[in-house]
């Protein structure tokens, strides 16, 4: 619950942030349509993003045996290497998203294309709602309770839509640069925790060697079998008793995301 719920409230705090500025930007910039434009593309946006969860759900009905593992497997790794890239995407061009999305509006206002105002919104919903959608599938093959991930999820959104209420009211408590910083951490653990999961089927299905199983054995301290430790093992991708290759794919992942970001320090 506490992983669908951190998920759903960081992505829908992203996407009504893109809302208030295509929102603000249309108020300051009155255009045909432009308002009734932004809705409706937000509207597709969201139904986009439904169509794809509808068609996951779908794919997995109808696979069953190996093809079902991986199918839920590859869902794992996409998962992970989205959250990463929209991490390191936003970490690099964060600051230049509210010019970029201004500009497009305003070559869509001086065609005076309703079209393209309704395209822009849809396609920036659309992607956060994706992202959200194969999110919660990845967090769903690690948690059983689907009850609890649904009502995570939708604690979730409550939460961002009461701090966009908040913002709108001139509460300005949210420091965005400060915000997506720690958010941008938390998610990175959640997309390592997948990317664990994934490998584990892998190993699992006898596609890639566990090397040496296992490397140790902490499960007098924190054992995963317990509840406690599958929510542990479900935040941060924790084994008790991993093998030696979890471990060397864990610490390449940490070393690849810490050397990209090291690259875009550099590069200002």
């Known amino acids: 619950m506490g992983n669908a ?7 829908s705090i992203e996407a009504m942030l893109v809302v208030g500025i295509l929102y603000a930007w249309l108020r300051r910039n009155p255009a045909p349509g432009g308002l009734r434009a932004l809705w409706l593309g937000v509207g597709a946006g969201v139904g986009i993003a439904a169509l794809l969860g509808w068609a996951m759900l779908a794919t997995q ?3 069953s045996g190996q093809a079902l593992e991986w199918f839920q497997t590859g869902i794992l790794f996409v998962a992970a290497a989205l959250i990463t890239q929209m991490v390191l995407w ?4 964060g600051r230049e998203m509210k010019g970029q999305l201004e500009a497009g509006l305003a070559r869509a206002a001086d065609r005076g294309s309703w079209l393209g105002i309704a395209t822009i919104s849809a396609l920036a919903i659309a ?15 690690e948690q059983s309770a689907g009850a609890s991930l649904a009502i995570g999820a939708l604690a979730g959104f409550a939460l961002a839509a009461l701090m966009a209420w908040a913002a709108s009211r001139g509460l300005r408590f949210l420091d965005q640069r400060r915000f997506f ?3 941008g951490l938390l998610l990175l653990i959640f997309a390592a925790a997948l990317l664990v999961s994934g490998a584990e089927r892998l190993i699992g299905m006898g596609w890639l060697p566990a090397l040496i199983e296992p490397l140790w054995d902490s499960s007098a301290l924190l054992d995963d079998a317990t509840a406690g430790g599958r929510l542990f093992a479900s935040l941060v991708g924790y084994r008790a008793q991993p093998s030696l290759m979890l471990l060397l794919i864990y610490v390449s992942y940490w070393s690849a995301v810490t050397f990209a970001k090291s690259r875009m320090a550099h590069r200002g």
């Open 181 to 183: 910083q720690i958010t």
């Open 90 to 93: 936003m970490a690099r061009h």
């Open 127 to 141: 992607r956060e709602g994706a992202e959200t959608v194969i999110f919660l599938y990845g967090l769903g093959l």
């Open 61 to 63: 009905d109808e696979l």
């Open 5 to 11: 719920l951190f998920v759903v409230w960081r992505e």
